[in-house]
């Protein structure tokens, strides 16, 4: 069965780094997801993108973050300065083939991002 | 703005009894509802879905939700706990707006499910 993959499982960064975190959605699925869940918070949604482009953002999609589609297969969520805040799970998600967006969405394992 | 409100943050029961999340909704529209379940140190199952077909909605692993919409309410229910359901349980509406070409999905606080031998 088509699954959701997300690299890497954990990542520890110190803060003011970069961080890259990676996805690779099911392969005819056009609607791509971050949400991130804090630790015994609930997950929230970060951003949808379709169309190489954003969809739609959360007021926590700040400009520290930025999403890609950098060759037709991955999904990346890029961190440029994280933030002691900023650790969490990432999960991403995919949906929806031409059409519909409304698919339900599927979810990778997620990153844990821990920022030191 | 829809949203859900899960009723418990835990839950426990015996092995082998009826196990009953709560989860009530709010929304303009029709809602679709979901649950997902996260096993520790894993991802975000899809256990079931409603989107406004038969009311009562059967998942997996013997789960089921019955939407009430005059009780605005979805609640997770299971006839016999096994050890291996004890995990995090997650109630999810999503958006209908279509201004942004894709959906959101909203989620609740959670209600971990504690399953006693």
């Known amino acids: 069965e088509p699954e959701v993959t997300q690299t890497p499982s954990h990542q520890v960064t110190q803060m003011g780094q970069e961080v890259i975190l990676r996805c690779v959605p099911i392969s005819n699925h056009l609607y791509f997801y971050w949400y991130r869940q804090i630790l015994g918070q609930k997950v929230e949604f970060l951003v949808s993108f379709y169309n190489n482009e954003i969809s739609e953002k959360s007021e926590i999609f700040d400009d520290q973050f930025s999403v890609e589609r950098p060759d037709g297969s991955n999904f990346t969520l890029k961190i440029r300065s994280t933030k002691l805040e900023d650790s969490a799970m990432y999960f991403c998600?995919?949906?929806?083939?031409?059409?519909?967006?409304?698919?339900?969405?599927?979810f990778g394992p997620g990153t844990r991002l821990t920022v030191l | 703005a829809q949203s859900v409100t899960q009723l418990d943050s835990h839950v426990s029961v015996s092995e082998g009894t009826p196990v009953l999340l709560r989860c009530n909704y709010s929304s303009s529209y029709s809602p679709s509802l979901f649950w997902y379940v996260q096993h520790p140190n894993k991802g975000l199952q899809l256990l079931l879905k409603?989107?406004?077909?038969?009311?009562l909605v059967k998942g997996i692993n013997g789960f089921e939700a019955e939407f009430k919409k005059s009780e605005t309410s979805f609640h997770l229910t299971k006839p016999s706990a096994h050890m291996s359901d004890a995990a995090e349980y997650f109630c999810?509406?999503?958006?209908?707006?279509?201004?942004?070409?894709?959906?959101?999905?909203?989620f609740g606080t959670g209600t971990r499910l504690k399953v006693l031998a």
């Open positions: 998600a995919s949906s929806g083939g031409r059409g519909r967006p409304d698919n339900e969405q599927f």
């Open positions: 409603y989107t406004s077909a038969a009311t």
């Open positions: 999810v509406v999503r958006t209908n707006t279509l201004t942004s070409g894709t959906y959101k999905y909203i």
